[in-house]
């Protein structure tokens, strides 16, 4: 115990001498007793309440998610609401993923809310992450909370937190919010003395509600009734969407849905997957299998909250390829603007958001169409606050982020896989009416708008030192920017955490006019953009990267193709 720092054993002892349940008081003393090195990753610093709530790996202590930290954040987040929005009745919504811990954790939220006299709207079932953000102004919520830590391991968990527009917090909320979070420093400041008549259950016939929202944003039902029997595979990866996006298909005309049944049942373990992320091939396995087995046109899955989707298609030489965000998001920004044109809706009073490290390409293609596209910092809460903020001035179509989320309309405020799985399909049908591909899709696109590709390298670096490693790296960024990069000079720098736009040639210095975050990002003499970012919800950092060439002829496609590959792989081959 002598070589633990004396601060973190102070820590733990407040937990021991405070007022906690008996297994947990057992836990830290077998941290201190045989784990030195959790017992600090455990403690070292209070579980970060951020601008998007909680998140973190299950266990003890204080930077970890529990009931008692999950409880301090509740009673933080349920004194702003009270400050708020004073003699007024307060009400928040309430669901939960298939996470370990996730009805317990869901459960306490609520608790903690009817103890400060705060309704709570709490999901009777599991329900995806875009179902709570429509509950919130579907209900006139204040506010509302998704346990669920994404698409993170299994041993993480978290706390989404939301304002009254259904979109997670933003400025001046969220720094508010955390405020009085921090504010709560021990478990004697928590009321959990919860009042059962403030608890309304949100049943199954809000399903019905939610997916005549999703219905209403066909643009091709005659190509979906053309098509409905076109094999299409889904699997829920074991998460809360298993339900939801087979509706919501079949709300769009499709009637020949094949779940993929190892990973159907709900199941926090995961225990089919190494990641329940469909950012990565490998959890899309036993869909692709599937998908050969029944000929599908078309393989979708989602995370465990429902709210990302991935797509993979048939490639034409007996394989299924998989499409990353960048693509989908391409091919559905695409779809959308033609088809909002065709009906002759476009009347520049359209726009589209994406952010700064999803493919540039979707700002071409809005530029084309002539409708604007905002590019916002990464988050999709930054996309959120565009449609509030232009919010019966101007109509939102759809938008995205690289990282497998979309958005369709706005009577969601955050990525719905639910409508994204069922207008991907939609686009896949429509062009299938007029015997075109996927891949004949994105040929023309990069035909009008250069072809664009993308790709991205995650380092995860664990714990304490891990995060001290990251802001290392960045600050390194800082203090000796890269000249060239993969033989190619470095043209522009720019620091959004700094605010500037630095020429490296002239030394030119501008203003960025954006919101401060942890990102850099350089450019290339030869167009090329690489992103780096810590995350924001994991113990890692981002580099993204994206080159884009001219594709004159559709048959060029593959070896065009090859050779952004070779480029994006020198490029990986500098940062690894």
């Known amino acids: 115990m002598s070589s633990i720092d004396p601060s973190i054993l102070i820590k733990a002892q407040s937990w021991l001498d405070g007022n906690i349940d008996q297994d947990t008081k057992a836990s830290i003393k077998k941290l201190i007793a045989e784990n030195p090195t959790e017992l600090v990753d455990s403690f070292y610093q209070d579980l970060e309440f951020g601008t998007g709530g909680l998140r973190g790996l299950m266990g003890v202590g204080t930077n970890r998610m529990n009931v008692y930290t999950i409880g301090m954040a509740t009673q933080g987040l349920a004194n702003y609401l009270l400050k708020c929005f004073p003699g007024e009745e307060i009400s928040v919504a309430i669901t939960h993923d298939c996470r370990i811990n996730n009805t317990l954790f869901a459960t306490t939220t609520a608790n903690v809310f009817t103890a400060n006299g705060i309704k709570v709207f709490y999901f009777r079932e599991m329900r995806p992450t875009p179902m709570l953000s429509f509950a919130v102004r579907h209900f006139g919520c204040k506010s509302g909370v998704m346990i669920t830590a994404s698409h993170n391991p299994k041993e993480y968990n978290g706390y989404k937190a939301y304002w009254d527009d259904g979109a997670q917090v933003v400025a001046p909320h969220d720094t508010n919010i955390i405020k009085e979070v921090q504010k709560i420093t021990s478990f004697d400041q928590v ?234 399909a939609e686009l896949v049908a429509y062009y299938k009416t007029q015997g075109k591909t996927v891949f004949d899709v994105l040929a023309e696109i990069y035909g009008k708008f250069e072809f664009y590709k993308e790709s991205l390298i995650s380092v995860t670096k664990k714990g304490k030192d891990g995060a001290e490693q990251i802001q290392a790296l960045m600050m390194d960024f800082r203090l000796n920017p890269p000249k060239s990069m993969n033989g190619v000079e470095v043209v522009k720098i720019v620091d959004v955490k700094e605010s500037t736009i630095t020429y490296p040639a002239t030394g030119k210095t501008e203003k960025l006019n954006m919101d401060k975050s942890n990102v850099m990002q350089f450019y290339l003499a030869d167009g090329s953009k690489i992103s780096a970012r810590p995350s924001g919800t994991e113990p890692k950092i981002k580099y993204y990267f994206s080159v884009h060439t001219p594709l004159s002829n559709p048959a060029d496609y593959r070896r065009t193709e090859n050779d952004l590959i070779e480029k994006l792989e020198g490029l990986k081959r500098y940062f690894s």
């Open 191 to 424: 009321n959990w003395n919860k009042n059962d008549s403030l608890f309304h259950y949100i049943e199954e016939d809000f399903d019905a509600i939610y997916l005549e929202k999703v219905k209403a944003l066909s643009l091709s039902p005659a190509a979906n009734q053309a098509n409905k029997n076109m094999p299409i595979v889904f699997s829920p990866i074991h998460g809360a969407s298993g339900k939801m996006v087979p509706a919501g298909l079949k709300a769009f005309g499709f009637e020949n849905i094949n779940i993929v049944k190892e990973q159907a049942e709900p199941d926090g373990t995961f225990p089919t997957v190494i990641y329940p992320n469909p950012e990565e091939a490998e959890a899309l396995t036993l869909s692709l299998k599937l998908g050969k087995e029944v000929g599908a046109e078309l393989v979708l899955a989602c995370d465990p909250d429902g709210d990302r989707y991935a797509a993979a298609v048939p490639n034409g030489s007996g394989e299924f390829e998989l499409l990353n965000g960048n693509q989908t998001g391409t091919l559905l920004t695409y779809y959308l603007l033609s088809r909002w044109k065709e009906a002759g809706k476009l009347d520049g009073k359209q726009f589209m958001v994406n952010t700064i490290v999803t493919t540039e390409l979707i700002d071409e293609i809005a530029k084309g169409f002539g409708v604007k596209c905002f590019s916002v910092l990464t988050g999709f809460k930054n996309i959120a606050a565009i449609i509030r903020d232009l919010e019966g001035k101007e109509t939102f179509i759809g938008g995205g982020e690289e990282s497998y989320g979309y958005l369709i309309g706005d009577f969601v405020r955050d990525k719905d896989g639910v409508s994204a799985c069922a207008m991907v």
